[in-house]
């Protein structure tokens, strides 16, 4: 018999800026998670709601929808979440706590708000703002919101979040972290044992261009995590 990996060493995985249908399934297929939509019009892996509702249809029961919006207002994201069946908002701009809280509840998703990470920005004060967000994601700062493969300097991650409590953020002043941020198959193990994050999201990483990902390397990056379990696991 197979010994069950303990649910603390299984990273979760988000494949992000998915644009095309077979994309889709290749996510799926590797064995992500979670996939993520962007809603934001000048990133070049964005995709309007009809398109968004169309790639939502590949993805089978148990696998997440994330949509990411930057400083979108309620009707927008409440527009887009009543045509597209998200399990998930991801708020990767400026909003305002009470902006997310607001936007959540109006859709009824809960929420995951993304730090762009630099010298200077409190995390552990910054996701006191968000207390109610299901998960901080952590992203390098970079012009721009995000997707510029860029990995940020992770020892500015506070180091008493390395041993989260996936059951219960915040029971240790941990919220549940999504590490984003340049990751790859040849960085993402690393980041694991560094981090230890709840949950691994890649978008260029996975690429052979903006918004067309190459499926050889969504499942070379999932086994890699798996990889990085196992040897948590067995540690």
Known sequence: MTAMMAPECR???????????EDVRAAVDAGADAIGLVFYDKSPRHVDVAHAAALAEQVPPFVSVVGLFVNADAEEVAHVAERVPLTLLQFHGDETPQQCSDIARR????YMRAARVRPGLDLVEFADQYRD???????????GYGGGGHVFD????????????PASPHANGAPRIVLSGGLNVQNVAGAIERVRPYAVDVSSGV?????VKDHARIAAFVRAVRMADAGRSAG
């Open 207 to 211: 690429e052979a261009a903006k918004g």
């Open 154 to 165: 992770w020892t500015l991650i506070p180091a008493q979040w390395q041993t989260p409590n």
């Open 107 to 110: 859709c009824r998703l809960p």
């Open 133 to 143: 967000a299901s998960g901080l994601l952590l992203d390098a700062f970079v012009e």
């Open 11 to 21: 990273t979760r995985i988000k494949i992000c800026g998915l644009t095309r249908d």
